[in-house]
């Protein structure tokens, strides 16, 4: 694990009770986890690879894995998190490879997967340009990555009333809220500092657009062109 990715984590405290009270408070949305991963499948074929990079306890990977024949994998920097998304995934009764590893620096052969994923938490990444790279290696040609994260230009109205209609418990929705205003709202990046990344990387460009509270980006991994055909 690379040491500066590793130290962004830490900071985080996405271990022990802090990875597990964070698991318990994604649980009030499995209506979005759900949504998203209905949007996702209706754009693979059966028997496609998929990586969701920083799955957290796995609920997206879950849902996804019940709505069709795909292969998952999810890469994940918090042991904790592993071991959550994998007993998860059990009880659940689906199949899916959670690993250990750095998104900077993913275990994984060139051209492995169809579709990369990675929700709520890019802006977590010590090296982003590096993940996305790394996203584009792992890429077979054609295929897309997409990354969903939280808007720096939310707006704290926006935040109260997500956190207010996922049915939070009183304390836990004061803990949601402190998080997002004093940890994700800082880390956060704007659409353009996103765009300046997206250049930078081997993608070279991608799709923004922009929703309440967050923003998606797609990227698409281009077939090469070999010179003299056509």
């Not at 071991?83 to 994984?108: H, Q, S, W, Y």
């Not at 994923?117 to 990555?145: I, Q, T, W």
């Not at 956060?188 to 996103?194: D, M, R, S, V």
Request: a positive charge.
């Amino acid at each position: 694990m690379h040491a500066g990715e590793q130290k962004a984590w830490k900071g985080m405290g996405m271990e022990g009770w802090v990875a597990r009270w964070y698991a318990r408070t994604r649980s009030n949305d499995m209506e979005d986890f759900r949504r998203e991963a209905k949007a996702v499948a209706e754009h693979l074929r059966s028997g496609c690879n998929v990586l969701e990079v920083a799955p957290g306890p796995g609920f997206f990977a879950i849902e996804l894995a019940k709505l069709g024949d795909f292969k998952i994998t999810g890469l994940d920097v918090s042991r904790t998190l592993v071991e959550i998304a994998t007993k998860n995934a059990r009880n659940a009764g689906v199949k899916i490879d959670f690993r250990l590893g750095n998104a900077a620096a993913m275990p994984f052969a060139d051209e492995s997967f169809d579709m990369t994923y990675c929700a709520a938490a890019f802006k977590n990444f010590s090296e982003p340009v590096k993940a996305l790279d790394e996203m584009h290696r792992v890429l077979r040609p054609g295929s897309v990555a997409v990354v969903v994260d939280l808007s720096k230009d939310a707006s704290l109205d926006e935040i109260d009333t997500y956190v207010k209609q996922s049915g939070r418990s009183r304390i836990d929705a004061w803990m949601t809220k402190w998080t997002f205003r004093h940890v994700l709202l800082k880390r956060a990046y704007p659409k353009e500092e996103f765009s300046r990344m997206a250049e930078r990387s081997r993608f070279g460009s991608g799709q923004i657009n922009s929703g309440p509270l967050r923003f998606e980006v797609r990227f698409m991994k281009r077939t090469s062109v070999v010179a003299g055909v056509a």
